[in-house]
């Protein structure tokens, strides 16, 4: 588990140690998401889709915030794969309570 905070100064970083997945619909990442995640929804989080990430990198996974189980079920399915995993679960929520700014459309 990591929180906002952390996230927040890792992808500050010229080269994160991390990816960050956003795992909630299309329609919502295009809307609003995280400044440098990527958008993978928890049910295509598969070996073929991770094939261009190295097996030790590190993923950081988040939904739409503590009531929102996605990024628990994205967090296993990664650890199922053999995938260093966090889980930030406060999510949206918590990034904007944090007073962070989200690319929106």
């Not at 956003?22 to 958008?39: K, M, N, T, V, Y």
């Not at 295509?44 to 739409?64: G, T």
């Not at 996605?70 to 999510?91: C, F, H, Q, Y």
Request: with cysteine.
């Amino acid at each position: 588990e990591t929180d906002c905070w952390d996230v927040h100064e890792g992808m500050r970083l010229e080269n994160p140690e991390f990816v960050l997945i956003d795992i909630r619909s299309q329609a919502l990442f295009d809307r609003a998401h995280i400044p440098g995640a990527i958008h993978i929804p928890h049910s295509k989080l598969s070996e073929k889709r991770l094939q261009e990430f190295s097996k030790d990198l590190l993923f950081v996974v988040y939904c739409a915030g503590p009531h929102c189980n996605g990024s628990t079920r994205a967090a296993i399915r990664l650890a199922r794969l053999g995938r260093p995993v966090k889980e930030m679960p406060g999510g949206i929520t918590g990034w904007l309570d944090e007073g962070f700014d989200l690319v929106t459309a």
